[in-house]
């Protein structure tokens, strides 16, 4: 008996199907059972390459509830673009499960697909493809499971939303209660939005902004210098820091000067460092009046600079 036992031999995937809209979808949506059988569903096709708006959705299905699915079959590794074509379809065709097969997964498209299914979006599912032959047999597509929806991917995204929700309220009390501690000092921050985890204004100069940011740990003042591009914001960046030791000496202390070469825009800013959201509500008042003060010397150091960038 053990004689008998053959070995798979995986064919490269192009080989077996050449073309991925002439060879592949149709084969699929001739053989659907290879897709639920992977999936645990029970599929009808109604339609292959539908057109949704400039793209083509490979085909179009239904499950035994009447729930619209619709698959995104590749035979090249995942990219950028065919997951925004997957969330293309899932809204053009107004479906709820999304299937994506690619016969590799980035790591990042696979993180994705989990996010979404904890999500509440829909129900996705991302599906490893491999060509294979047993022994010298006819060869034959291997679907494998990556990622699904489960019970466990829903709870967890609703603990992350009920999360979201409370750190949402709990920034909404903490600049709140920094607007009534300011007594009239900073009109502008009476009509900023509170929800946010930061609350900014214009510093005068298009493009730069300084505010306030909070997160759990921590609370800071910043400027934040923007431009058309990296280039023009690093330039106006370098012009403040070549005025780096007057500013610091009417500040009264050192800020943290943030080029921030991976990003477009650049940051100085400064921390009291008392806490954050984190931080007992009754400490609060004594965080507010450090940040207040902050922002005072602040904007006072900055704004001969400022003033001449006009």
């Not at 036992?5 to 949506?29: C, G, H, M, N, Q």
Request: net charge negative; aromatic share 8%.
């Amino acid at each position: 008996m053990i004689d008998q036992i053959s070995r798979i031999s995986r064919i490269p995937v192009t080989e077996v199907f050449p073309d991925e809209a002439k060879v592949f979808t149709p084969w699929l949506a001739e053989h659907i059972d290879v897709i639920e059988d992977a999936c645990g569903l029970r599929l009808t096709v109604l339609q292959t390459e539908r057109r949704a708006e400039y793209f083509w959705v490979d085909i179009i299905a239904s499950d035994e509830d009447g729930q619209t699915v619709v698959i995104e079959n590749q035979t090249a590794p995942s990219n950028h673009t065919h997951l925004g074509q997957v969330l293309t379809y899932l809204a053009a065709f107004d479906a709820r499960i999304a299937i994506w097969i690619t016969p590799q997964a980035r790591p990042e498209h696979v993180k994705a697909m989990h996010w979404l299914n904890e999500s509440g979006l829909g129900d996705f599912y991302l599906l490893k493809l491999e060509t294979v032959r047993i022994g010298d047999s006819a060869p034959a597509p291997l679907l494998t499971l990556i990622v699904g929806p489960s019970a466990q991917a829903k709870a967890v995204g609703q603990a992350k939303e009920t999360l979201d929700n409370e750190r949402h309220e709990l920034r909404r009390r903490f600049w709140e209660a920094l607007k009534d501690r300011t007594r009239g000092r900073l009109d502008w921050l009476a009509g900023r939005s509170a929800n946010a985890g930061y609350i900014s204004t214009s510093a005068g100069v298009p493009g730069i902004s300084w505010g306030f940011r909070c997160n759990l740990d921590d609370a800071l003042v910043f400027l934040y210098i923007d431009g058309d591009s990296h280039e023009m914001a690093l330039s106006r960046y370098e012009r403040f820091e070549a005025q780096r030791e007057q500013i610091e000496a009417l500040f009264g202390g050192p800020l943290i000067w943030d080029r921030k070469d991976a990003s477009r825009a650049c940051e100085i800013k400064v921390s009291p460092r008392l806490g954050g959201l984190s931080t007992p509500e009754e400490q609060w008042p004594e965080i507010h009046d450090a940040l207040l003060d902050c922002f005072a010397r602040f904007a006072t150091a900055l704004r001969p600079s400022l003033k001449a960038m006009r």
